[in-house]
């Protein structure tokens, strides 16, 4: 299963001019225990998706009371960069969301 097929809400954004902060909701306890007991979701898969070095991965965060979790990732470029393609960080969501939970 995808994690765009197991999560409610996946959402990008800027945190700050160097970093990426993706959030993501589930709907129910069983998608929130498969995603949360997924190697996809730890600092070595999300770097996996990326392509980028683990330590580029500042973290994944977890909050049991929501069923959330948040995943930060050192940008690859400056949002202040001119020929950044996503100056919002509003699509950098979608690798992580199109790879598989394993």
Do not use: Q
């Not at 965060?61 to 960080?89: H, M, Q």
Request: glycine share 6%.
């Amino acid at each position: 299963m995808r994690l765009y097929d197991c999560a409610e809400i996946i959402r990008s954004k800027n945190a700050g001019p160097f970093a990426v902060t993706i959030d993501l909701f589930f709907g129910d306890e069983e998608r929130y225990r498969l995603a949360r007991d997924s190697v996809l979701l730890t600092p070595a898969g999300v770097a996996s998706a990326y392509g980028v070095a683990e330590d580029r991965v500042k973290g994944v965060y977890w909050d049991d009371r929501i069923r959330a979790a948040k995943v930060s990732v050192v940008r690859w470029s400056s949002s202040t960069d001119p020929f950044c393609a996503d100056l919002f960080g509003a699509h950098l969501h979608t690798p992580l969301a199109a790879a598989e939970l394993v």
